[in-house]
């Protein structure tokens, strides 16, 4: 089971940036492809992008395509999400995750980190 630690949410005006992190433990990390997620208040969670193991393939939901930007370093066991051009709709808990069978497009996680703020003001 890989233990998932993120980090680097904050408070920032529409149209700032922030980058998240997220910290894997253990040495399978780069067995799984991992997404980044976010729930708002009163929403349900949604995928907002995802990566294969190797970084090859990526996705992103269309309210982020052009401003967010995911990557993983497999040496360092961690993945990141570059927000650019924030919104205030894009305040949410975002949250990691991993998929153990590699799945991309329609991750299915089996393990999540406990979650980073992201509150972005008008």
């Known amino acids: 089971q890989v233990r998932l630690v993120e980090s680097g949410g904050g408070l920032v005006q529409a149209g700032g940036s922030l980058r998240l992190s997220c910290a894997a433990s253990?040495?399978?990390?780069?067995?799984?492809?991992m997404g980044w997620f976010r729930q708002a208040p009163g929403k349900e969670r949604e995928v907002v992008a995802s990566?294969?193991?190797?970084?090859?393939?990526?996705y992103y939901a269309d309210p982020v395509k052009g401003r967010f930007t995911i990557s993983r370093d497999n040496a360092k066991n961690t993945a990141y999400l570059q927000m650019n051009s924030l919104k205030p709709e894009d305040t949410a808990v975002y949250y990691c995750?991993?998929?153990?069978?590699?799945?991309?497009?329609?991750?299915?996680?089996?393990?999540w980190g406990q979650g980073t703020q992201v509150t972005v003001s008008s």
């Open positions: 253990g040495s399978a990390f780069s067995r799984y492809s």
């Open positions: 995750a991993v998929d153990r069978f590699g799945v991309v497009v329609g991750i299915t996680p089996t393990s």
């Open positions: 990566i294969s193991r190797n970084g090859a393939d990526i």
